[in-house]
């Protein structure tokens, strides 16, 4: 599985406009194949500033999403929502447990 965090900062002006095009993005991404999860979030802390959470199947679905027309969209569209450059940083992970599999092993 592969877990892709992007961190934003929105200009606070076109918060609105950038909170539409993600949950656009995070739509139509959640309908792809090897798609597991795509998520949007604003820090509760931090205004303006926001995380995608994405997990993706493998390398192959990955690729695939970075190909589709809405992240073509998606990337046009963002530059003039942010005050600066994403932070996006990716992660392979080989395995996962819930937190009931850890407790129980307690």
Not at 17 to 28: F, G, H, K, Y
Not at 30 to 35: A, L, M, N, S, Y
């Amino acid at each position: 599985m592969i877990v892709v965090v992007g961190r934003v900062r929105s200009n606070a002006e076109k918060r609105d406009e950038l909170i539409s095009v993600a949950q656009a993005v995070a739509a139509a991404s959640r309908e792809e194949e090897g798609c597991i999860s795509y998520r949007f979030y604003e820090d509760t802390e931090q205004p303006n500033d926001f995380v995608f959470v994405e997990e993706w199947a493998d390398q192959a679905a990955l690729e695939r999403h970075f190909a589709t027309e809405h992240i073509g969209v998606f990337m046009g569209s963002i530059p003039g929502t942010l005050l600066g450059a994403p932070e996006v940083k990716f992660h392979t992970v080989a395995s996962s447990v819930d937190l009931a599999d850890v407790s129980a092993r307690r």
